[in-house]
């Protein structure tokens, strides 16, 4: 191995030690309930135990978000679905090749939540990131985490970390720099109604890619 070679190998293992230390401090920011900004496969988000009132009313106050509007949840693995509810629909079962992505899914929501985080539904919506660094984040914390985008309610969602600082300054308390995200459209929204796939919000998955999902998988 050349001299320049070993350079970038031990500038990478420290990058990559550099990244686990903040991974592992922000997941501490978690569990003392506190607030963290985390890069995600669209816009940065606002992430918090969900299972914390405390912290969920917090974030509420620091968006300015009407308490109507209930919060998105990112998870490490289909498993903690189990953490957030006790219902999978069947119709959902083929929309998880999306997964990792942009496609969240709306489930009936577990008491253990906080009433803010449903928005009053009683239903929570959950996806897995795409976004390298927000699935090793969710996985060192080992819960599932809001990822409500990171603004001011009404303002623009914020693609840098400069951006999260330049919103919120020191009323949040740690940000995860996974340098500038992709913008443009937020995840998609689906739920089930009366037995069928309904559209919520449109988004970076066109609804018509979705309905061939489940249309490619009944027609099996």
Not at 69 to 90: C, G, M, N, R, Y
Not at 92 to 103: C, I, N, S, V
Not at 114 to 135: D, F, K
Request: aromatic share 6%.
């Amino acid at each position: 191995m050349t001299s320049v070679k070993r350079e970038e190998a031990a500038e990478a293992e420290l990058c990559n030690c550099n990244l686990a230390d903040e991974i592992k401090q922000g997941g501490e920011v978690i569990r003392q309930g506190g607030i963290v900004a985390i890069p995600t496969e669209t816009y940065y988000g606002l992430a918090v135990n969900p299972f914390d009132r405390e912290a969920v009313s917090r974030l509420f106050s620091l968006k300015k978000r009407s308490t109507a509007k209930p919060l998105l949840t990112l998870i490490a693995d289909k498993a903690d679905l189990s953490k957030l509810t006790s219902e999978i629909p069947s119709l959902y079962f083929p929309l998880f090749d999306f997964w990792p992505g942009p496609l969240t899914l709306i489930f009936k929501a577990s008491k253990a939540l906080s009433p803010l985080v449903t928005g009053q539904t009683g239903t929570v919506g959950a996806r897995i990131s795409s976004h390298p660094l927000a699935q090793k984040f969710v996985s060192a914390v080992g819960i599932p985490i809001t990822a409500t985008s990171a603004n001011i309610s009404g303002e623009p969602a914020a693609v840098t970390a400069n951006e999260v600082y330049h919103a919120f300054g020191s009323k949040i308390d740690f940000v995860l720099n996974g340098g500038k995200t992709p913008g443009g459209k937020g995840s998609t929204l689906i739920g089930v109604r009366q037995g069928h796939l309904v559209l919520v919000r449109e988004g970076v998955i066109p609804f018509k890619e979705v309905l061939e999902k489940l249309g490619q998988s009944q027609n099996r």
